[in-house]
């Protein structure tokens, strides 16, 4: 017998496993592509809202379905392990109120499921609630009480971000749910304000943010 259909199978079988080890390089080249594109649509306002802030505005990104789109596939090659991200978790918690433009589309993405932290008084039934500072005083988180089953991977999404307080906040529900708290996902940090050093969990940001405090304003 003929020991040609043997090799073939074989030299097929090595071809594909000799290209898997290089799987990673065209999404790291997309997910380097895509990120130029969506900071590209970001607009900054001086002195919003207040005098001395210089505003990031991600609107411009959701105006454009294409835009939109790229910062979605960003996100999922972001995230994804394979990239350095958390890998896939079983729920994404957004905060309010830009963390809910992007976390309902990412999760649906991903096939997880979706959850909203909100302010507190927005959600009806029993609920866990965190206090966080703000600079003019005080306000309140709030989880639905059943949103988190123990044990689940849950993987906090918000565009920005700052002092690291309300993201903070939201830590602590999801903990006070017995959930499995991966990290944290943002669009920017204000690296300048330290907000990281707050969280007690790993950190990931898709797009370089401001260093330092404007000095101009």
Avoid at 26 to 49: N, V
Avoid at 52 to 80: H, K, M, Q, Y
Avoid at 164 to 174: E, F, K, M, P, V
Avoid at 178 to 186: D, M
Wanted: aromatic fraction near 6%; glycine fraction near 10%.
């Amino acid at each position: 017998m003929s020991s040609n259909l043997p090799q073939e199978t074989q030299d097929a079988s090595q071809g594909s496993q000799s290209r898997q080890p290089t799987s990673h390089a065209p999404s790291s080249t997309e997910l380097s592509s895509l990120k130029i594109r969506i900071q590209q649509s970001l607009r900054q306002f001086p002195d919003f809202p207040e005098k001395g802030i210089l505003f990031e505005d991600i609107c411009p990104i959701f105006r454009d379905p294409a835009r939109f789109s790229d910062l979605i596939n960003a996100l999922v090659l972001f995230t994804a392990k394979e990239n350095g991200g958390p890998g896939k978790p079983d729920i994404i918690v957004g905060l309010e109120a830009r963390g809910f433009l992007i976390g309902p589309s990412l999760a649906l993405r991903l096939g997880v499921g979706f959850v909203p932290v909100r302010k507190q008084g927005k959600l009806p039934g029993p609920t866990e609630t965190a206090t966080y500072k703000k600079e003019y005083g005080e306000d309140v988180f709030e989880i639905q009480a059943d949103a988190i089953t123990p044990g689940q991977k849950v993987l906090i999404l918000d565009d920005i971000i700052a002092t690291g307080g309300t993201a903070a906040a939201a830590g602590s529900l999801i903990r006070k749910l017995h959930g499995h708290l991966v990290g944290y996902v943002f669009l920017l940090e204000l690296d300048f304000l330290k907000g990281r050093a707050k969280l007690d969990a790993p950190v990931w940001t898709l797009l370089s943010g401001q260093k330092e405090a404007n000095k101009d304003i």
